[in-house]
């Protein structure tokens, strides 16, 4: 759902940001070719939730028809890229069912949108950028971030089961021992870290991170456009076609992960977490 209704023809560079998603969601054109999308959600630590993932989803949906939108840009505001999804309030007795509904359908829908948009994407990392947070990230050709920032994947402190098609992403990106470092040991990492790791592709200092964005912003967009959406779908059908699981693989992996959902750990993961405490896990 959109919120406000915005007419994508009608945003220009020498216009304001326009707000999508009850505002939690800002869109611009910060320069020729170049739509912005900026995640504006500072109550929450600019948290994934229904609206803004399901306006990202609509807004690259209509890009796609805009000959003009020839590089999308994502970032966030407030000094923050995103904590992930917001799932920190649900009540226990509705936690499996609602939780497991958002990461299933507007956050897979809004990551595959990302991935599937034939020009190119580019991430901007103002600030923390943090579990599903860093997979939005991750679904863009390329990442630039302030390196100062603080970039991680909670999953292993919570008791969650990450997706397989959203560890597929980042051994695509890292490689399988780089994935398991980031995942089994849950730790954060710095931005030199994760250039070194391939995980984002420049950074900037302080006060130069807007200025690197849209200078790379700028070439993407300046690039021949069949070259690019044609280079994207030759490197998007590559990794695809060494990423090819069996159906009943699959259908395990998925089960993992719903069960997950359903465990006492997990639960207890999320109160720890709230709480600032280390977990008391159980197994079950």
Same mark, same amino acid.
């Given at each position: 759902?959109?919120?406000?209704?915005?007419?994508?023809?009608?945003?220009?560079?020498?216009?304001?940001?326009?707000?999508?998603?009850?505002?939690?969601?800002?869109?611009?054109?910060?320069?020729?070719?170049?739509?912005?999308?900026?995640?504006?959600?500072?109550?929450?630590?600019?948290?994934?939730?229904?609206?803004?993932?399901?306006?990202?989803?609509?807004?690259?949906?209509?890009?796609?028809?805009?000959?003009?939108?020839?590089?999308?840009?994502?970032?966030?505001?407030?000094?923050?890229?995103? !904590?992930?999804?917001?799932?920190?309030?649900?009540?226990?007795?509705?936690?499996?069912?609602?939780?497991?509904?958002?990461? !299933?359908?507007?956050?897979?829908?809004?990551?595959?949108?990302?991935?599937?948009?034939?020009?190119?994407?580019?991430?901007?990392?103002?600030?923390?950028?943090?579990?599903?947070?860093?997979?939005?990230?991750?679904?863009?050709?390329?990442?630039?971030?302030?390196?100062?920032?603080?970039?991680?994947?909670?999953?292993?402190?919570?008791?969650?089961?990450?997706?397989?098609?959203?560890?597929?992403?980042?051994?695509?990106?890292?490689?399988? !021992?780089?994935?398991?470092?980031?995942?089994?040991?849950?730790?954060?990492?710095?931005?030199?870290?994760?250039?070194?790791?391939?995980?984002?592709?420049?950074?900037?200092?302080?006060?130069?991170?807007?200025?690197?964005?849209?200078?790379?912003?700028?070439?993407?967009?300046?690039?021949?456009?069949?070259?690019?959406?044609?280079?994207?779908?030759?490197?998007?059908?590559?990794?695809?076609?060494?990423?090819?699981?069996?159906?009943?693989?699959?259908?395990?992996?998925?089960?993992?992960?719903?069960?997950?959902?359903?465990?006492?750990?997990?639960?207890?993961?999320?109160?720890?977490?709230?709480?600032?405490?280390?977990?008391?896990?159980?197994?079950?």
């Amino acid at each position: 759902m959109l919120g406000r209704s915005v007419s994508l023809s009608r945003v220009t560079s020498s216009a304001p940001a326009r707000e999508l998603a009850d505002g939690k969601l800002l869109i611009d054109e910060p320069t020729e070719g170049v739509v912005r999308l900026t995640i504006s959600n500072p109550a929450k630590r600019n948290a994934l939730d229904h609206p803004i993932l399901d306006a990202i989803s609509a807004t690259l949906a209509e890009l796609r028809t805009q000959a003009s939108a020839r590089c999308v840009l994502i970032t966030g505001a407030h000094g923050m890229f995103s !904590a992930g999804y917001d799932i920190g309030e649900i009540p226990d007795e509705e936690f499996e069912e609602r939780a497991e509904r958002l990461v !299933a359908h507007p956050f897979t829908q809004a990551i595959d949108a990302l991935q599937d948009f034939p020009l190119p994407t580019l991430a901007v990392l103002p600030g923390h950028t943090i579990g599903g947070g860093l997979e939005l990230a991750l679904s863009c050709d390329l990442r630039v971030a302030l390196d100062s920032i603080k970039l991680g994947m909670p999953p292993a402190k919570l008791g969650l089961v990450y997706s397989h098609t959203g560890l597929r992403r980042f051994i695509d990106a890292i490689g399988a !021992a780089r994935t398991r470092e980031l995942f089994l040991l849950g730790s954060y990492i710095d931005a030199p870290t994760a250039l070194a790791w391939g995980l984002v592709n420049r950074v900037a200092e302080p006060g130069r991170l807007e200025a690197l964005a849209l200078k790379t912003a700028a070439e993407l967009a300046g690039n021949a456009p069949l070259s690019q959406t044609g280079n994207k779908r030759v490197i998007a059908a590559l990794l695809h076609a060494e990423a090819e699981l069996g159906a009943d693989v699959e259908a395990e992996l998925i089960e993992l992960r719903r069960a997950s959902f359903a465990s006492e750990d997990m639960r207890e993961g999320m109160r720890a977490f709230a709480e600032r405490r280390p977990p008391r896990w159980r197994g079950r």
